[in-house]
């Protein structure tokens, strides 16, 4: 596996990984949008033999966090390490900026997400109440603390 940033080429196998991930997917322009964003961090997954797109994170930067705004692994890809390398990519990129926590929202029925996530340092913080337009879920708000800087 690659991984890389996304590029609009990218767009279309974004765009198929969404659909059979989300019953309320993210149309193209928000996509385009976050990859323009000079705050954004996009990246990618790759088969390396053929090049194909195996999952996404999308995160944005704010003032006192990174917010995981979508991640998605094709359904055929599921539970191989996609994700977590994904993520682990993500504290590799911005392991410099130890003022910054992470932080995301999951489906609270959401239970493999929720130990992976967990598995990777988040801890429950709160719940969005109804958060989810489709069938007015609950999202469980997680939360991963900056990491303290090395002193040299």
């Keep these: 596996m690659t ?16 659909r059979d991930s989300y019953s309320t997917p993210w149309s193209r322009s928000m996509f385009a949008g976050e990859l323009a964003k000079a705050s954004s961090v996009c990246i990618g997954a790759f088969e390396t033999d053929t090049g194909e797109l195996v999952g996404y994170l999308i995160v944005s930067r704010y003032v006192d966090a990174w917010h995981v705004m979508n991640i998605a692994v094709d359904p055929n890809r599921r539970r191989a390490g996609v ?43 709160g719940i969005r109440r109804g958060y989810y337009t489709d069938n007015r879920e609950d999202a469980l708000i997680m939360w991963r603390d900056p990491q303290p800087q090395a002193v040299a």
């Design 3 to 18: 991984i890389r940033k996304l590029e609009l080429r990218d767009l279309a196998a974004i765009e198929a990984i969404e």
């Design 83 to 125: 994700a977590t390398t994904l993520l682990e990519r993500l504290f590799d990129l911005t392991a410099g900026d130890g003022r910054r926590g992470y932080t995301l929202e999951v489906r609270v029925s959401n239970n493999a997400a929720i130990e992976l996530y967990q598995r990777l340092g988040f801890q429950p913080r």
